[in-house]
């Protein structure tokens, strides 16, 4: 039975004539002794739970303390690897736009280094050609005089056609030399 601050102030003993019965304040001190013990026992489980839930509770701060250092610690790394990766990336594109401008560069050179092969051959061909077309026409130049020549001296190359050797020391054509004006 509980027993309420009320059912104690209220509790009425029998008197007798040396003063109240004692039975009835023993049996009344009992079950106030029992309530405040069960009370007592109660408030401990009480106090322990509030012991418990202030550890739990400190533990769930700390947690969360640390829950909060670890989502920021986090976000730094991740926005470390984040500029990192983008400062990479930027240096590889750098890279790339610098072996593309020296490819470009190499390949420019290249080109104006063919032109100038190509022109140069070209004046070597220019040059060839001119110098052969003097020499052909040198060459014609010289048929043409050495058939007028024929055709003066006709009547001397008939008599040295009969001799395989002229009187000058040459050869006459018919026997295959020159005589000595190279002809």
Same mark, same amino acid.
Do not use: C, W
């Given at each position: 039975m509980r027993i309420t601050p009320i059912d104690i102030?209220?509790?009425?003993? &029998?008197?007798?004539?040396?003063?109240?019965?004692k039975a009835g304040v023993d049996h009344f001190l009992e079950m106030v002794?029992?309530?405040?013990?069960?009370? +007592?026992?109660?408030?401990?489980?009480? &106090?322990?739970?509030? %012991?418990?839930t202030r550890a739990s509770l400190e533990e769930m701060r700390a947690r969360e303390a640390t829950l909060k250092d670890t989502? %920021?610690?986090t976000q730094k790394v991740t926005d470390d690897l984040k500029a990192n990766a983008r400062k990479e990336a930027e240096i590889l594109i750098a890279d790339a736009q610098l072996r593309?401008?020296?490819?470009?560069?190499?390949?420019?050179?290249?080109?104006?280094q063919m032109i100038s092969e190509i022109?140069?051959?070209?004046?070597? &061909?220019?040059?060839?050609e001119s110098?052969?077309?003097?020499? %052909?026409?040198? +060459?014609? +130049?010289?048929?043409?005089?050495?058939v007028v020549q024929m055709e003066k001296g006709r009547d001397?190359?008939?008599?040295?056609?009969s001799l395989p050797?002229?009187?000058?020391?040459?050869?006459?054509? &018919?026997?295959?030399?020159f005589d000595r004006e190279g002809r």
């Open positions: 102030q209220q509790q009425q003993f &029998k008197t007798r004539p040396l003063g109240y019965e002794a029992a309530e405040l013990e069960r009370l +007592h026992r109660q408030n401990m489980e009480y &106090k322990e739970d509030l %012991v418990r989502l %920021v610690t593309g401008e020296r490819i470009l560069r190499d390949a420019e050179q290249r080109r104006i022109q140069e051959i070209r004046r070597q &061909k220019i040059s060839f110098s052969l077309r003097a020499l %052909v026409e040198s +060459h014609i +130049h010289l048929l043409n005089l050495e001397d190359l008939m008599l040295e056609e050797f002229t009187p000058t020391g040459g050869m006459s054509r &018919k026997s295959g030399g």
